[in-house]
């Protein structure tokens, strides 16, 4: 089933109103070295960013 341009629009208008966006810059090849690592952890290379986030916020709560 191909992917309708009301279907792209409906999901660009749900990503605007459901999501922040963070851009990161990463040095050349660093990109696809993080995303091969989240790939080998079952994971989306948003999915490993976010949860490395959380985590590191997670442990620094706990250490105050």
């Not at 690592?37 to 620094?60: P, V, W, Y």
Request: aromatic share 10%; glycine share 4%.
């Amino acid at each position: 089933m191909k992917y309708s341009e009301a279907q792209k629009e409906a999901t660009a208008r749900y990503n605007k109103k459901a999501y922040d966006w963070i851009n990161i810059f990463v040095k050349k090849g660093e990109r696809q070295k993080i995303k091969d690592f989240a790939a080998s952890q079952g994971k989306s290379l948003n999915r490993f960013i976010c949860d490395a986030i959380e985590t590191e916020m997670n442990r620094h709560n706990e250490t105050e």
